[in-house]
């Protein structure tokens, strides 16, 4: 049934006057009469009693009534929530560390679409932090197994050996991995690890393995800070030097001794499954992050 054949019946019961009626919802008197017939006969219930001195709702008619109320307050209630969501939906996401300038060029992308919406951006590096997670959209190099949350594959991500033109133009840029000996390189002591990782390089068979001695950090974010300076070279996983290298401060060298990462996922509640904006969040996450260095992606 029609919205606004119920709410002539509601507006009706409490002008209890045709001409009120249709001159309060702008319509005429004959659609005022229509609307309750058909009512009437839809339902089978008389929900008026007429006669030549007054109109009057029958009992059956006020407990239509109540059933039409309800109905049409969901109604307002609904586009209450679908206003109040447009304007004010709030959005929490969380992110390793090393992937917070990536996400911030998905949501600029984001809000150029959605101007007013609110979003709360919280770094992410704990096994424990990611396991109790409240955010609406959760980043993660590594997969939860049984657990509630949809999680949805965003990309496979990649070792990359990177440095400045800086660096490179004074020291001249490797072309096998055995030359990496005769740089400076950076490394990156992982957590609960005593010493830095060593790099493996691997192509058509050869394996090489370098471990870096000469500058030492315990975050990726310093290394590649380190790195853009024009300190040395470092070993990474491109998601974590890609706005760098996007930007011009860092160039990829050795890309073809490159071998696999980790993968990125991306885990919601399923009740939000529907959302719009996480939907969104979802998709220019994947294009972002599949993106060839040729590409622009904004």
Known sequence: ?????????????????????????GISIGTVTNHINELEKTYGVKLISRNTRQVEITQKGKDFLIICDNILNEFDRLLNLKSERKH?????????????????????KIT????ELKIQLNSNDSSSLISGSKADVLF????????KMIQKEIAHSKTVYCASHEYLDKYSTPSHPNELLSHKLIGVILPN?????????EKEGETVSIKPKDLITNTVDIALSMCSDGLG???????SSRTRHDDGHLIYILDDW??????????????NRG??????????????FNETQDTQYL
Request: aromatic letters at 10%.
């Open 1 to 25: 049934m029609k919205k606004d054949i119920i709410l002539t019946y509601s507006t009706f019961s409490k002008t209890m006057s045709y001409t009120k009626t249709a001159a309060q919802l």
């Open 88 to 108: 004010q939906e709030e959005i929490n996401i969380d992110a390793p560390i090393t992937l917070i300038k990536s996400i911030t060029r998905i949501i600029k």
């Open 112 to 115: 150029q679409r959605y101007p």
């Open 140 to 147: 993660s190099h590594k997969k939860i197994e049984n657990s």
């Open 193 to 201: 690890h005593a010493t830095s990782f060593a790099w493996v390089l």
């Open 233 to 239: 070279i470092t070993s990474v996983f491109n998601f």
């Open 258 to 271: 490159s071998i696999p990462g980790p993968i990125l996922y991306a885990r919601y509640n399923p009740e």
């Open 275 to 288: 959302s719009e904006i996480i939907n969104l969040i979802i998709k220019e996450s994947i294009l972002y």
